[in-house]
């Protein structure tokens, strides 16, 4: 496994390590000392490692959690946007908002898979990062907020919309407008993580759920999630469309006429993503 832990410089801390195995990405986020709080080279550092993974071919599906014992993500560092937010609304907008809902959207539509491994406090911009994600795990020990509302503003990352998407207005208000803590099995309710796991199993279990998708056809992959993610912002007759329109692009593909033909010779498929 190839984990660097610095950046190239070897100076500064590297905010989001990268570690790649057996064709899946494990991306830390690697700020422990701030609770992993995400400041502006964080996001930068995260949006430019999805970027190189995008187009790795070796790399199916990616694994997300937070370094340390404590915490995922505090979410947005409130010491560097108070900065931005000092300088007027186009300046917070444009350097906060704008970053935020760009990492969060980035992560929801990309085309491999992001699991995220929910190791400890998920506050603000971390349970953003949780809703916007495809899939999630969550440690027994994760906490989850929406504590914008104490800080006297509302959510930034997508957390107006995707939670209330996710788990009903109400139960998305009622969270959004007090910012009362919640805990890994009240985010299983509510269907933002798919499982609660024992602490020291968290990153197994991502890994064990990373195998099972990253054995499939990476084209077939990306255009479930597609479909999926972008039918769910749809009308039913709009999202139907864009599952033909998945379909129709993989029917030329070698992975599917690989899928046919395993299944009439009864053998394991062997998919090569093209
Ligand atoms: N932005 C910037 N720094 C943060 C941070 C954030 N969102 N969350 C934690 N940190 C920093 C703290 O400032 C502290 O750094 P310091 O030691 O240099 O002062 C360090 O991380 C540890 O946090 P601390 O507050 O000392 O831990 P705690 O156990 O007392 O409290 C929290 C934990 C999560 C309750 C508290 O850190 C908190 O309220 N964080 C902000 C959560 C939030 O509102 N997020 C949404 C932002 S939009």
Known sequence: MHAPTHSTSGLSPDPVLLAVDGGIATLTLNRPDK??????????????RLDAIEVDD??????LTGAGERAFSAGGDIREFSGSVA???????????????????????????????????????????????????????????KPEILLGMPPTFGGTQRLARLAGRKKA????????????????ALGLVNAVVPHDTLIPAARELAGLIARQSPLAVAAILAAVTRGLNMGIAEGLLAESEQF???????????????????????FAGR
């Open 35 to 48: 609770l992993n709080a995400l400041d502006y080279a964080t996001i930068d550092r995260l949006m430019a």
């Open 58 to 63: 070796a790399i199916r599906v990616v694994i």
């Open 87 to 145: 300088r007027g609304a186009n300046a917070a907008v444009r350097d906060f908002v704008r970053r935020g809902q760009a990492v969060t959207a980035r992560i929801e539509a990309f085309p491999k898979p992001v699991i995220v491994a929910v190791n400890g406090l998920a506050f603000g911009g971390g349970c953003e990062i949780t809703e916007a994600a495809p899939l999630a795990l969550a440690s027994d020990r994760a906490l989850f907020a």
């Open 173 to 188: 208000l009622a969270l959004l407008l007090t910012g009362t803590r919640f805990t890994a099995d009240q985010a299983l």
């Open 248 to 270: 129709a692009r993989l029917v030329p593909s070698h992975d599917l006429a690989e899928g046919l033909a395993a299944w009439r010779e009864r053998r394991e498929p062997v």
